[in-house]
């Protein structure tokens, strides 16, 4: 299983190795380690949740390429490329590929749809759990910079009532509420559900104190 993942990752690598938005293989190799502590209590195949772990992110470097969004599912040839190339087992390609396209659905979107997986469910959370806390924060910032958003503008409205993926936040502060602070709510299973808690304090406690210094209060 090791030598499997191994080889997806070589090929992510080559995939990946351009992205500066925070979406590189630290981030998937985060994800992978936070999936496999969710499926110790929360059941799912290892198989499955690892090799869509690695390779959940195909799209963003097409997304850079074109200049627009670009759906997880654009991403599908590729990944299944890289899954045979692997050697991965053939019967359960079909779950890696839904668990990639669908780990972008939102409860919080206008047409949001819910996972129906456990496989689904534990991407889910584990690639969101690793948008919040400090990680979070970083990359969210990591992601502004590369994009040309800007920290913060107070003159705007900082929650809309539906978080659009296809629009870039009119701050990097803008996104917190648009999407990062959602995301505790959003979680599937009980043990991400957990872990969010701490990470989503932070976070808020984050966004108070940049908004004090910001104003000269601190």
Known sequence: MEQVFN??????????????????????????????????????????????????????????????????????PTVERILREAGFPEDKIASVLHCVELHEEYGFEKDGREADTIELKVIQD??????????????????????????WNPEV??????????????????????????LKDNMNTSTAKKMAEGRHEYMVGFAERFKKEWKGEL
């Open 126 to 151: 584990a690639d969101n759990l690793d948008a919040i806390g400090a990680v979070g924060v970083a990359r969210c910032f990591v992601f502004g910079g590369a994009h040309g958003v800007a920290l």
């Open 7 to 76: 080889k997806i990752a070589k090929g992510m690598e080559g995939v990946l190795r351009v992205d500066s938005s925070g979406h590189d293989m630290h981030h998937a190799w985060r994800v992978f380690n936070l999936a496999m502590k969710l499926i110790e209590s929360e059941g799912g195949d290892e198989l499955v949740v690892g090799a869509a772990a690695l390779t959940h992110d195909a799209h963003r470097v097409m997304k850079a390429e074109s200049g627009h969004f670009v759906s997880p599912g654009d991403s599908l």
């Open 157 to 182: 409205e900082e929650q809309q009532e539906h978080y659009d993926k296809t629009k870039l936040a009119p701050s990097s502060i803008h996104h917190f509420y648009d999407k990062l602070f959602r």
